[in-house]
């Protein structure tokens, strides 16, 4: 794996005997560097349950002007198929609740990832709803400076690990069920997603809070769920 561009949790609870995690999360430029490799390649990194058809295409629809203007701003809308798939590409993988939270210093007695003092506009991009409405479609067409911030933008909030924008901006993907935290195995196959809606076997553990955020929303030691798909 090429470690660049990325940090080392060295070893303790949550971590193991240490791992590397990405520095930022993964961006619109950087996702569409896969989108890329996959025109050229197909499917190679697909999960084997995927649903059909998933095509890990999701800046598709985006305009040219669009992504260039977000392309250091964190991807959204992505699938949890999307994420695995991406990490796969970069012959990584996504990281287990515990990872995460060893990124973000819980194990240290941390509160949020650069300490216990309450989140700030200077520490994080969070409670940022502007004049957003609630129809996800919606959220494509409105100004970038609405929504994310572009990776990195709060530097004084990177964890004791020296990972950024692990309380705010985006929420993260895990490769973690959020039942039980064990690793998240879906197979979908042919099944529609009325068929999955309420399997909790198929719900991921999804870390850090978003741009829309409260403040509890972006505690280190808060986890929701989202499908999988």
């Given at each position: 794996?090429?470690?660049?561009?990325?940090?080392?949790?060295?070893?303790?609870p949550?971590?193991?005997?240490?791992?590397?995690?990405?520095?930022?999360?993964?961006?619109?430029?950087?996702?569409?560097?896969?989108?890329?490799?996959?025109?050229?390649?197909?499917p190679?990194?697909?999960?084997?349950?995927?649903?059909?058809?998933?095509?890990?295409?999701?800046?598709?629809?985006?305009?040219?002007?669009?992504?260039?203007?977000?392309?250091?701003?964190?991807?959204?809308?992505?699938?949890?198929?999307?994420?695995?798939?991406?990490a796969?590409?970069?012959?990584?993988?996504?990281?287990?609740?515990?990872?995460?939270?060893?990124?973000?210093?819980?194990?240290?007695?941390?509160r949020?990832?650069?300490?216990?003092?309450?989140?700030?506009?200077?520490?994080?991009?969070?409670?940022?709803?502007?004049?957003?409405?609630?129809?996800?479609?919606?959220?494509?067409?409105?100004?970038?400076?609405?929504?994310?911030?572009?990776?990195?933008?709060?530097?004084g909030?990177?964890?004791?690990?020296?990972?950024?924008?692990?309380?705010?901006?985006?929420?993260?993907?895990?490769?973690s069920r959020?039942?039980?935290e064990?690793?998240?195995?879906?197979?979908?196959?042919?099944?529609?997603?009325?068929?999955?809606?309420?399997?909790?076997?198929?719900?991921?553990?999804?870390?850090g809070?978003?741009?829309a955020?409260?403040?509890?929303?972006?505690?280190?030691?808060?986890?929701?769920?989202?499908?999988?798909?």
């Open positions: 794996v090429d470690t660049a561009g990325m940090v080392f949790v060295p070893p303790g949550g971590a193991g005997d240490g791992f590397f995690i990405d520095v930022h999360p993964v961006t619109w430029g950087d996702y569409q560097r896969f989108v890329e490799a996959l025109e050229e390649h197909g190679l990194w697909r999960h084997p349950g995927a649903p059909a058809g998933e095509e890990h295409d999701g800046v598709g629809p985006l305009d040219p002007g669009l992504l260039e203007a977000r392309a250091d701003h964190p991807v959204t809308g992505v699938t949890w198929y999307d994420a695995w798939a991406y796969a590409w970069q012959d990584k993988q996504l990281p287990t609740v515990s990872q995460w939270e060893a990124a973000a210093g819980v194990p240290l007695g941390f949020y990832p650069w300490g216990g003092s309450p989140p700030s506009a200077v520490l994080a991009h969070f409670d940022h709803t502007g004049e957003v409405g609630a129809e996800p479609g919606r959220i494509i067409d409105v100004p970038a400076e609405l929504l994310t911030a572009p990776v990195g933008s709060h530097p909030g990177a964890s004791s690990a020296g990972a950024h924008d692990l309380a705010g901006n985006v929420w993260e993907w895990t490769r959020w039942l039980d064990e690793d998240l195995t879906p197979f979908v196959g042919v099944a529609s997603y009325y068929e999955t809606v309420g399997d909790w076997t198929m719900s991921a553990c999804i870390k809070g978003s741009w955020s409260i403040v509890p929303g972006v505690c280190e030691t808060y986890s929701t769920s989202f499908s999988s798909r």
